[in-house]
Protein backbone atom coordinates (compact mmCIF):
# COMPACT_ATOMS: atom_id res chain seq x y z
CA UNK A 1 0.00 0.00 0.00
CA UNK A 2 2.94 1.97 0.75
CA UNK A 3 4.63 1.48 -2.52
CA UNK A 4 1.51 2.20 -4.22
CA UNK A 5 0.31 5.70 -2.84
CA UNK A 6 4.51 6.86 -3.44
CA UNK A 7 4.41 5.56 -6.87
CA UNK A 8 1.26 6.92 -7.96
CA UNK A 9 1.38 10.04 -6.41
CA UNK A 10 4.85 10.80 -7.69
CA UNK A 11 4.22 9.81 -10.95
CA UNK A 12 0.86 11.81 -11.22
CA UNK A 13 2.78 15.01 -9.47
CA UNK A 14 5.63 14.88 -11.96
CA UNK A 15 3.40 14.39 -15.13
CA UNK A 16 1.26 17.13 -14.08
CA UNK A 17 4.27 19.78 -12.79
CA UNK A 18 5.73 18.73 -16.96
CA UNK A 19 2.51 19.87 -18.50
CA UNK A 20 2.16 22.97 -15.96
CA UNK A 21 5.35 24.17 -16.62
CA UNK A 22 4.66 24.26 -20.42
CA UNK A 23 1.57 25.65 -20.40
CA UNK A 24 0.43 26.80 -17.24
CA UNK A 25 -2.33 26.13 -14.66
CA UNK A 26 -5.26 28.01 -16.42
CA UNK A 27 -6.06 29.91 -19.97
CA UNK A 28 -7.73 32.37 -19.79
CA UNK A 29 -8.86 33.83 -23.28
CA UNK A 30 -12.18 35.04 -25.37
CA UNK A 31 -14.54 32.45 -25.90
CA UNK A 32 -14.77 30.31 -28.57
CA UNK A 33 -16.43 27.38 -30.20
CA UNK A 34 -13.12 25.88 -30.89
CA UNK A 35 -11.80 23.58 -28.21
CA UNK A 36 -9.37 21.88 -30.73
CA UNK A 37 -6.17 21.00 -29.17
CA UNK A 38 -3.60 22.51 -31.80
CA UNK A 39 -5.34 25.54 -33.16
CA UNK A 40 -4.13 28.56 -33.69
CA UNK A 41 -6.00 31.93 -31.60
CA UNK A 42 -8.04 34.65 -32.85
CA UNK A 43 -6.00 38.26 -31.97
CA UNK A 44 -7.50 39.62 -29.00
CA UNK A 45 -6.15 43.33 -27.31
CA UNK A 46 -4.50 42.51 -24.18
CA UNK A 47 -6.65 43.74 -21.39
CA UNK A 48 -5.41 45.19 -18.25
CA UNK A 49 -9.01 45.09 -16.85
CA UNK A 50 -8.28 41.47 -17.16
CA UNK A 51 -5.34 41.09 -16.16
CA UNK A 52 -6.55 42.84 -12.38
CA UNK A 53 -9.03 40.58 -12.40
CA UNK A 54 -6.78 37.21 -12.73
CA UNK A 55 -3.76 38.58 -10.45
CA UNK A 56 -6.73 39.86 -7.42
CA UNK A 57 -7.22 35.67 -7.27
CA UNK A 58 -5.52 34.33 -4.29
CA UNK A 59 -2.96 32.30 -4.86
CA UNK A 60 -1.71 33.38 -8.73
CA UNK A 61 1.64 33.35 -9.08
CA UNK A 62 2.38 35.65 -12.67
CA UNK A 63 0.16 36.01 -15.98
CA UNK A 64 1.65 35.60 -18.89
CA UNK A 65 0.83 36.63 -22.51
CA UNK A 66 0.81 34.30 -25.69
CA UNK A 67 0.12 33.59 -28.78
CA UNK A 68 0.54 30.33 -31.11
CA UNK A 69 1.14 30.01 -35.03
CA UNK A 70 1.50 27.19 -37.09
CA UNK A 71 4.78 27.10 -39.27
CA UNK A 72 7.34 24.97 -41.31
CA UNK A 73 10.69 24.92 -40.56
CA UNK A 74 13.45 24.39 -43.03
CA UNK A 75 17.11 22.94 -42.90
CA UNK A 76 18.73 22.42 -46.13
CA UNK A 77 15.89 20.29 -48.32
CA UNK A 78 14.27 18.48 -44.88
CA UNK A 79 11.25 20.31 -43.34
CA UNK A 80 9.16 20.14 -40.18
CA UNK A 81 5.80 20.91 -39.32
CA UNK A 82 5.20 22.71 -35.38
CA UNK A 83 3.52 24.95 -33.52
CA UNK A 84 5.17 28.09 -32.76
CA UNK A 85 4.29 29.02 -29.05
CA UNK A 86 5.15 32.88 -28.60
CA UNK A 87 6.00 34.02 -25.48
CA UNK A 88 6.83 37.50 -23.98
CA UNK A 89 10.23 38.36 -21.78
CA UNK A 90 7.99 38.07 -18.87
CA UNK A 91 6.96 34.22 -19.22
CA UNK A 92 8.48 32.67 -16.25
CA UNK A 93 10.90 29.65 -17.12
CA UNK A 94 12.34 28.34 -14.07
CA UNK A 95 10.83 25.25 -14.53
CA UNK A 96 11.00 24.84 -17.84
CA UNK A 97 14.47 25.35 -18.15
CA UNK A 98 15.16 21.80 -16.97
CA UNK A 99 14.00 20.65 -20.31
CA UNK A 100 16.44 22.38 -21.94
CA UNK A 101 18.99 19.51 -23.06
CA UNK A 102 21.10 21.43 -25.33
CA UNK A 103 21.77 25.17 -25.68
CA UNK A 104 19.97 27.77 -23.46
CA UNK A 105 17.23 29.90 -23.20
CA UNK A 106 15.80 32.92 -25.51
CA UNK A 107 17.20 35.98 -25.04
CA UNK A 108 14.46 38.70 -25.82
CA UNK A 109 15.33 42.18 -27.13
CA UNK A 110 13.57 45.41 -25.96
CA UNK A 111 13.22 46.24 -29.27
CA UNK A 112 12.33 44.99 -32.72
CA UNK A 113 11.74 41.07 -31.62
CA UNK A 114 14.24 38.06 -30.28
CA UNK A 115 15.43 36.43 -33.86
CA UNK A 116 15.74 32.89 -31.39
CA UNK A 117 13.62 29.80 -31.35
CA UNK A 118 13.87 26.85 -29.36
CA UNK A 119 13.10 23.78 -30.70
CA UNK A 120 11.75 20.05 -29.53
CA UNK A 121 13.93 17.17 -29.35
CA UNK A 122 12.52 15.42 -31.77
CA UNK A 123 12.29 18.15 -34.21
CA UNK A 124 15.93 18.80 -34.08
CA UNK A 125 17.09 15.30 -34.53
CA UNK A 126 14.84 14.67 -37.48
CA UNK A 127 16.60 18.35 -39.10
CA UNK A 128 20.14 16.99 -37.84
CA UNK A 129 20.72 20.32 -36.00
CA UNK A 130 21.92 21.81 -33.30
CA UNK A 131 22.22 24.40 -30.66
CA UNK A 132 23.24 27.68 -32.52
CA UNK A 133 22.74 26.47 -35.91
CA UNK A 134 20.17 28.66 -38.26
CA UNK A 135 16.78 27.61 -39.84
CA UNK A 136 13.75 29.35 -41.45
CA UNK A 137 10.86 29.16 -40.55
CA UNK A 138 7.94 29.53 -42.97
CA UNK A 139 4.69 31.00 -41.61
CA UNK A 140 0.97 31.73 -43.58
CA UNK A 141 -0.70 34.15 -42.83
CA UNK A 142 -4.41 34.99 -44.76
CA UNK A 143 -3.06 32.51 -47.77
CA UNK A 144 -0.09 34.52 -47.91
CA UNK A 145 3.81 33.19 -46.66
CA UNK A 146 6.40 34.15 -45.13
CA UNK A 147 9.62 32.94 -43.88
CA UNK A 148 12.17 34.74 -41.10
CA UNK A 149 15.37 33.06 -40.53
CA UNK A 150 15.69 32.38 -36.92
CA UNK A 151 18.52 31.23 -34.88
CA UNK A 152 18.67 28.11 -32.27
CA UNK A 153 19.06 28.56 -28.82
CA UNK A 154 18.30 25.72 -27.40
CA UNK A 155 16.87 22.33 -27.76
CA UNK A 156 14.54 20.86 -25.18
CA UNK A 157 12.90 17.52 -24.36
CA UNK A 158 9.88 17.23 -22.05
CA UNK A 159 9.19 13.38 -22.38
CA UNK A 160 5.62 14.30 -23.23
CA UNK A 161 5.91 13.40 -26.93
CA UNK A 162 2.21 15.63 -27.70
CA UNK A 163 5.02 18.56 -26.48
CA UNK A 164 8.41 16.96 -27.93
CA UNK A 165 6.69 16.19 -31.39
CA UNK A 166 4.43 19.53 -31.64
CA UNK A 167 5.83 22.53 -29.76
CA UNK A 168 8.48 25.48 -30.57
CA UNK A 169 9.23 28.84 -28.50
CA UNK A 170 9.75 32.41 -30.35
CA UNK A 171 8.99 35.75 -29.38
CA UNK A 172 5.59 36.90 -28.86
CA UNK A 173 6.78 39.69 -30.86
CA UNK A 174 7.93 37.73 -33.67
CA UNK A 175 3.89 36.24 -33.93
CA UNK A 176 2.71 39.59 -34.14
CA UNK A 177 4.77 40.12 -36.77
CA UNK A 178 4.20 37.82 -39.27
CA UNK A 179 0.39 37.55 -38.32
CA UNK A 180 0.02 41.47 -39.44
CA UNK A 181 -1.43 41.98 -35.80
CA UNK A 182 -0.78 45.33 -33.59
CA UNK A 183 1.21 45.01 -30.68
CA UNK A 184 -1.16 45.17 -28.20
CA UNK A 185 -2.71 41.88 -29.37
CA UNK A 186 -2.44 38.40 -28.23
CA UNK A 187 -3.76 35.12 -28.51
CA UNK A 188 -4.46 35.00 -24.59
CA UNK A 189 -3.11 34.49 -20.88
CA UNK A 190 -1.35 31.64 -19.22
CA UNK A 191 -2.21 31.93 -15.82
CA UNK A 192 0.58 30.18 -12.69
CA UNK A 193 -0.24 29.52 -9.58
CA UNK A 194 1.74 28.18 -6.58
CA UNK A 195 -0.69 25.27 -5.58
CA UNK A 196 -2.56 23.36 -8.10
CA UNK A 197 -4.92 21.93 -5.91
CA UNK A 198 -6.50 25.05 -6.21
CA UNK A 199 -6.82 25.38 -9.86
CA UNK A 200 -10.66 24.28 -10.39
CA UNK A 201 -11.60 26.32 -7.80
CA UNK A 202 -9.45 29.06 -8.86
CA UNK A 203 -10.99 28.94 -12.63
CA UNK A 204 -14.48 28.43 -11.22
CA UNK A 205 -13.92 32.27 -9.60
CA UNK A 206 -12.13 33.37 -12.91
CA UNK A 207 -15.13 32.95 -14.97
CA UNK A 208 -17.95 34.48 -12.77
CA UNK A 209 -15.78 37.63 -12.38
CA UNK A 210 -14.44 38.05 -15.97
CA UNK A 211 -15.93 40.15 -18.98
CA UNK A 212 -18.61 38.44 -20.67
CA UNK A 213 -16.74 38.01 -23.70
CA UNK A 214 -13.93 36.18 -21.98
CA UNK A 215 -13.33 32.88 -20.23
CA UNK A 216 -11.36 30.68 -17.78
CA UNK A 217 -10.35 27.17 -18.85
CA UNK A 218 -7.86 24.47 -16.86
CA UNK A 219 -5.41 22.83 -18.17
CA UNK A 220 -7.23 19.88 -17.20
CA UNK A 221 -9.88 20.89 -19.58
CA UNK A 222 -7.73 22.18 -22.53
CA UNK A 223 -5.61 18.50 -22.42
CA UNK A 224 -7.95 16.36 -20.37
CA UNK A 225 -6.62 13.24 -21.97
CA UNK A 226 -3.66 13.83 -20.13
CA UNK A 227 -5.15 14.01 -17.18
CA UNK A 228 -7.96 11.56 -17.38
CA UNK A 229 -5.03 9.17 -17.69
CA UNK A 230 -3.63 10.14 -14.93
CA UNK A 231 -7.16 10.33 -13.09
CA UNK A 232 -7.33 6.47 -13.66
CA UNK A 233 -3.97 5.66 -11.26
CA UNK A 234 -6.16 6.47 -8.75
CA UNK A 235 -8.99 3.22 -9.65
CA UNK A 236 -6.10 1.67 -9.69
CA UNK A 237 -4.68 2.52 -6.68
CA UNK A 238 -7.94 1.65 -5.05
CA UNK A 239 -8.18 -1.68 -6.42
CA UNK A 240 -4.43 -2.67 -4.65
CA UNK A 241 -6.13 -1.11 -1.37
CA UNK A 242 -9.04 -3.38 -1.79
CA UNK A 243 -7.25 -6.32 -2.49
CA UNK A 244 -4.46 -5.66 0.40
CA UNK A 245 -7.28 -5.19 2.69
CA UNK A 246 -9.07 -8.43 2.01
CA UNK A 247 -5.58 -10.84 1.87
CA UNK A 248 -4.44 -9.18 5.16
CA UNK A 249 -7.99 -9.93 6.75
CA UNK A 250 -8.26 -13.21 5.85
CA UNK A 251 -4.61 -14.27 7.18
CA UNK A 252 -4.98 -12.23 10.34
CA UNK A 253 -8.25 -14.36 10.97
CA UNK A 254 -6.35 -17.85 9.50
CA UNK A 255 -3.73 -16.89 11.75
CA UNK A 256 -5.97 -16.27 15.42
CA UNK A 257 -8.01 -19.51 14.62
CA UNK A 258 -4.82 -21.68 14.48
CA UNK A 259 -3.65 -20.10 17.55
CA UNK A 260 -7.01 -20.64 19.31
CA UNK A 261 -6.78 -24.27 17.82
CA UNK A 262 -3.47 -25.12 19.02
CA UNK A 263 -4.30 -24.08 22.60
CA UNK A 264 -7.71 -25.59 23.09
CA UNK A 265 -6.24 -27.87 25.75
CA UNK A 266 -4.98 -24.77 27.32
CA UNK A 267 -7.93 -22.86 27.06
CA UNK A 268 -10.36 -25.50 28.68
CA UNK A 269 -7.40 -26.01 31.80
CA UNK A 270 -7.42 -22.19 32.19
CA UNK A 271 -11.12 -21.98 32.03
CA UNK A 272 -11.30 -25.00 34.24
CA UNK A 273 -9.33 -22.54 36.93
CA UNK A 274 -12.06 -20.11 36.67
CA UNK A 275 -10.36 -17.71 33.94
CA UNK A 276 -13.22 -15.74 32.77
CA UNK A 277 -13.91 -15.67 28.60
CA UNK A 278 -13.05 -11.95 28.44
CA UNK A 279 -9.67 -12.54 29.72
CA UNK A 280 -8.72 -15.61 27.12
CA UNK A 281 -10.27 -12.94 24.52
CA UNK A 282 -7.92 -10.37 25.40
CA UNK A 283 -4.77 -13.16 25.87
CA UNK A 284 -5.28 -13.84 22.38
CA UNK A 285 -5.64 -10.64 20.58
CA UNK A 286 -2.98 -9.83 22.63
CA UNK A 287 -0.78 -11.85 20.64
CA UNK A 288 -2.24 -12.13 17.36
CA UNK A 289 -1.88 -7.95 17.61
CA UNK A 290 1.94 -8.62 18.14
CA UNK A 291 1.86 -10.55 15.16
CA UNK A 292 -0.12 -7.74 13.39
CA UNK A 293 1.77 -5.18 14.76
CA UNK A 294 5.21 -6.62 13.70
CA UNK A 295 4.04 -6.97 10.15
CA UNK A 296 2.77 -3.64 10.02
CA UNK A 297 6.72 -2.66 11.42
CA UNK A 298 8.42 -4.64 8.49
CA UNK A 299 6.59 -3.35 6.15
CA UNK A 300 6.63 0.01 6.68
CA UNK A 301 10.40 -0.37 7.37
CA UNK A 302 10.30 -1.90 3.68
CA UNK A 303 7.52 0.23 2.51
CA UNK A 304 9.83 3.31 3.00
CA UNK A 305 13.26 2.01 2.17
CA UNK A 306 12.24 0.95 -0.91
CA UNK A 307 10.84 4.30 -1.54
CA UNK A 308 13.66 6.01 -0.69
CA UNK A 309 16.09 3.98 -2.54
CA UNK A 310 13.95 5.13 -5.58
CA UNK A 311 13.94 8.45 -4.50
CA UNK A 312 18.13 8.56 -4.41
CA UNK A 313 19.54 6.42 -6.56
CA UNK A 314 16.27 5.88 -9.23
CA UNK A 315 16.78 1.45 -9.56
CA UNK A 316 13.12 1.23 -11.66
CA UNK A 317 13.37 2.93 -15.04
CA UNK A 318 10.25 3.58 -17.29
CA UNK A 319 10.30 3.59 -21.32
CA UNK A 320 9.47 7.24 -21.30
CA UNK A 321 7.99 7.30 -24.60
CA UNK A 322 4.96 5.76 -23.25
CA UNK A 323 5.30 6.76 -19.61
CA UNK A 324 6.94 10.14 -20.22
CA UNK A 325 9.51 9.98 -17.36
CA UNK A 326 12.56 7.62 -17.74
CA UNK A 327 12.75 7.18 -13.69
CA UNK A 328 10.11 6.39 -11.42
CA UNK A 329 9.21 8.72 -9.38
CA UNK A 330 8.32 8.83 -5.84
CA UNK A 331 6.85 11.20 -3.64
CA UNK A 332 6.39 10.84 0.09
CA UNK A 333 2.71 11.26 0.83
CA UNK A 334 3.13 11.23 4.80
CA UNK A 335 -0.46 11.84 5.53
CA UNK A 336 -1.49 9.00 3.29
CA UNK A 337 1.04 6.90 4.78
CA UNK A 338 0.23 7.47 8.21
CA UNK A 339 -3.64 7.11 7.39
CA UNK A 340 -2.03 3.35 5.84
CA UNK A 341 -0.68 2.42 8.73
CA UNK A 342 -3.35 3.72 11.79
CA UNK A 343 -6.00 2.09 9.18
CA UNK A 344 -4.29 -0.79 8.96
CA UNK A 345 -4.01 -1.08 13.03
CA UNK A 346 -8.06 -0.68 13.01
CA UNK A 347 -8.98 -3.33 10.29
CA UNK A 348 -7.06 -5.59 11.43
CA UNK A 349 -7.87 -5.11 15.22
CA UNK A 350 -11.92 -5.29 14.14
CA UNK A 351 -10.75 -8.84 11.99
CA UNK A 352 -8.92 -10.25 15.13
CA UNK A 353 -12.47 -9.91 17.02
CA UNK A 354 -14.44 -12.46 14.78
CA UNK A 355 -11.78 -15.29 15.59
CA UNK A 356 -11.97 -14.35 19.09
CA UNK A 357 -15.31 -14.75 20.05
CA UNK A 358 -14.48 -18.90 19.22
CA UNK A 359 -13.09 -19.07 22.48
CA UNK A 360 -16.10 -18.42 24.11
CA UNK A 361 -17.66 -21.46 22.28
CA UNK A 362 -15.07 -23.44 23.53
CA UNK A 363 -16.39 -26.23 26.35
CA UNK A 364 -14.42 -27.00 29.00
CA UNK A 365 -14.34 -31.24 29.31
CA UNK A 366 -13.95 -30.99 25.70
CA UNK A 367 -11.06 -28.90 25.91
CA UNK A 368 -9.44 -30.84 28.20
CA UNK A 369 -9.31 -34.24 26.34
CA UNK A 370 -9.13 -32.47 23.12
CA UNK A 371 -5.55 -34.02 21.49
Known sequence: MILTVCFVSGFQQTISKKVFS???????????LNKSLIAEEEAIESNSLV????????GVVSVQPFATKSSVVQVSQEIEGVLVKGISNSYDSTQFKRFIKEG?????TDSSYCKEILLPLNVASALKIHAN?????????NGNGTFRKLSVAGIYKTGIEEYDNTFALADLKLIQRVSNWQPNEIGGYEVLLNNASELDSISSHLHSELPQVWESRTIK????????????????RNVVFIVMGIVAIINLITCLLILVLERTTMIGVLKALGMPDASLQKLFLYYAGSIAAIGIGIGLFFGLGICIL????????????????????????WGWIVL??????????AALLIPSLFVRKIAVVKAIQFR
Open 340 to 349: IVSGTIVVCF
Open 221 to 236: EVYPNIFDWLNILNTN
Open 22 to 32: FWGHIRVQHFS
Open 133 to 141: DSVRVYFIT
Open 104 to 108: RWLHF
Open 51 to 58: EDIIKRQP
Open 310 to 333: QYFFGIITLDEVNYYVSVAPVSFE
